[in-house]
Structures are given as C-alpha cells and as structure tokens.
C-alpha cells in the first residue's frame, strides 16, 4: 500500500479540433517550440504505441529535470497515458481528449505515488499544478493558432 500518494487533475477548453490537438500532442519534437515548460526532448517515439519511450526535459523550479516516460495507452485522437518512476515515486500522467460543440476538451490527469520518498519532496503540489496549467495554456494556445512568435 502507497501512503504517500496524491492525484491532480486539470481541463481546458480549446477552440480547435481533436486533430489539431493532437497533432500537437504527439509531434513532442515540437514542444519546445511552444510549451514553456518544456526545455528539451530527447527521444521522441516514431508510433505512439505502449511500450514506445519518450524522454524530456521539463523545467521545474528553474531548473531543467530529465524525464523517461513509457507508453501505456494510446487511443489516437482520445488519450495518451505514459508512466515514469523518478526519485523512487511512480509517476502516471494520462491526457484525454472530448469533443466539444466548438472545439475540445482536454483533461490532464496525474497519479504519484511512492512506498518510500513523501511525494512533496520531489513533486511538491502547487509546483506540478502550475506546471499543469502552464502546458495546458501554451497547448491551448498553439492550438488555436493566438501563441506570440
């Protein structure tokens, strides 16, 4: 049994079509480009499958963290769930898309536990949320073409 264990979960509505969104989600080549919080990605998977990997760098209080996440679901154009294990606290992220009458819905949902470290060591909650939000934004606004260049 996990003690330490917390979820989070945050959703978006965007003025775009699911394709476009998840264009966006599955080019991580990309994410850089137009997502604050990501300040690098190191191995992008050539099919979004489970079991494919994918490693990134994500900035976290400034400073730039390395992640190595595994696939493990993927239903095009409807959700992409990855899991990683970092500082001995498992990590599951699943990003889910609903259409909506003008564009989509995304909900990013986020699951950590740990049979040892207290979570708010390594991923302190308002940290992770305003990480959360910010990439929920800056993909909100790549998909509705209104990012600054």
């Not at 990855?82 to 898309?97: D, G, N, P, Q, V």
């Not at 995304?106 to 949320?129: C, E, M, N, Q, V």
Request: proline letters at 7%; a neutral charge.
């Amino acid at each position: 049994m996990f003690l330490n264990r917390f979820s989070m979960s945050s959703t978006i509505l965007v003025d775009a079509p699911m394709e476009r969104v998840w264009e966006l989600l599955t080019d991580a080549a990309r994410w850089p480009e137009w997502c604050d919080v990501c300040v690098h990605v190191e191995v992008v998977p050539t099919v979004w499958t489970p079991g494919n990997d994918l490693a990134f760098k994500l900035r976290m209080a400034r400073v730039a963290v390395p992640f190595r996440v595994t696939l493990t679901d993927v239903s095009p154009e409807q959700h992409v769930e990855w899991e990683s294990t970092k500082f001995t606290i498992a990590a599951t992220r699943r990003i889910s898309l609903l259409p909506t009458v003008t564009g989509t819905e995304i909900t990013d949902a986020k699951l950590f536990h740990s049979p040892l470290l207290p979570i708010r060591l390594g991923y302190p909650r308002f940290l992770i949320r305003r990480m959360t939000d910010s990439w929920l934004t800056d993909l909100k606004r790549e998909a509705e073409g209104t990012a600054s260049a």
